[in-house]
């Protein structure tokens, strides 16, 4: 009985944990529209630019365009998306993030002058608000739902629909507001791309080592002793000799790099070794494991 309390609280936790994050980054995304994006005329993508360019055009509240915008996107992506609970985080994410836009509006000052301050700042501060959302599994809703769509009954890869999709939005703003203001656009997305992918998979501050060597004992006992990091031994074969070979699989630290290719050069030189960056890592001497995080 408290084992299963126990679970319960904690699938609450998750929940909570969840929509705090999806709270924060839908204030983000509306912050960063009133801060740096429309008082600088720089066009979002998806449902929120097409809410931009209705703005610019007629006044229309860019909130409440891309609320209405939504909605039968919304509708669409629980009938045919599947997901239930998904679609519900992505409807409070939207609900929030179109209100606070308006509601924001005539509160936060906005921050013109330098392109380098407005499109930096825009970008970032939109790649952490998607990227919370995304954590928190919901969306922000608009094209994403379509991409997912198509590409769920379709095929249709998700990157080529979001191409697609915010290449037309961006070409038809570029009619409205002028090319340069478009190209700063670009600039915001792209920068926002990157910080996505901070948020969702770390800042790449670990380094992975794939180890092929006739040394590999060693070079196992030397890491355990000298960089106290785990290592994973894995059994090989080598595809020209076919013959059986020991390869190991560790995880260090950024300032543990340089140590342990000095100490591999000095074990066996001969040693085939492949460095990658390890975006997140979690577990011992890491972060712990979150279930949800």
């Keep these: 009985m408290a084992k299963e309390k126990k679970s319960n609280l904690l699938k609450y936790l998750r929940v909570v944990q969840d929509y705090v994050l999806i709270t924060t980054g839908a204030l983000l995304l509306a912050a960063n529209l009133n801060l740096f994006l429309e008082p600088n005329h720089v066009i979002s993508t998806g449902v929120t630019g097409i809410g931009m360019l209705a703005y610019y055009l007629w006044k229309w509240p860019i909130g409440l365009v891309t609320l209405i915008l939504n909605i039968p996107l919304i509708v669409a992506g629980i009938r045919w998306g599947g997901g239930f609970r998904f679609f519900i985080r992505t409807i409070y994410a939207v609900v929030v993030m179109t209100l606070a836009i308006d509601l924001l509006s005539p509160i936060l000052p906005p921050i013109q002058g330098d392109p380098l301050i407005y499109t930096l700042f825009g970008g ?47 070409l038809s703003a570029m009619l409205v507001i002028g090319i340069t203001p478009v190209l700063y ?87 085939f070794v492949v460095v990658s960056e390890a975006h997140e890592v979690l577990g011992e001497g890491f972060h712990p494991v979150i279930a949800g995080s």
């Design 185 to 271: 656009g670009l600039i915001v997305n792209f920068v926002s791309g990157k910080a996505v992918d901070g948020v969702q998979e770390g800042v790449g501050y670990a380094r992975a080592f794939f180890i092929v060597s006739n040394e590999c004992q060693t070079i196992q006992e030397q890491i355990c002793k000298e960089l106290d990091r785990g290592v994973t031994v894995l059994k090989a074969q080598g595809g020209y000799t076919q013959q059986p070979k020991q390869a190991l699989y560790v995880v260090v630290a950024r300032p543990q790099v340089t140590p342990l290719k000095r100490m591999i050069a000095a074990i066996d030189p001969s040693a």
């Design 124 to 170: 970032v501060l939109d790649g952490i608000g998607i990227g919370l959302v995304l954590r928190g599994q919901g969306t922000t809703g608009g094209t994403d739902i379509v991409a997912q769509l198509l590409n769920r009954h379709h095929g249709i890869p998700f990157s080529n629909v979001l191409i697609i999709v915010n290449g037309i939005i961006l």
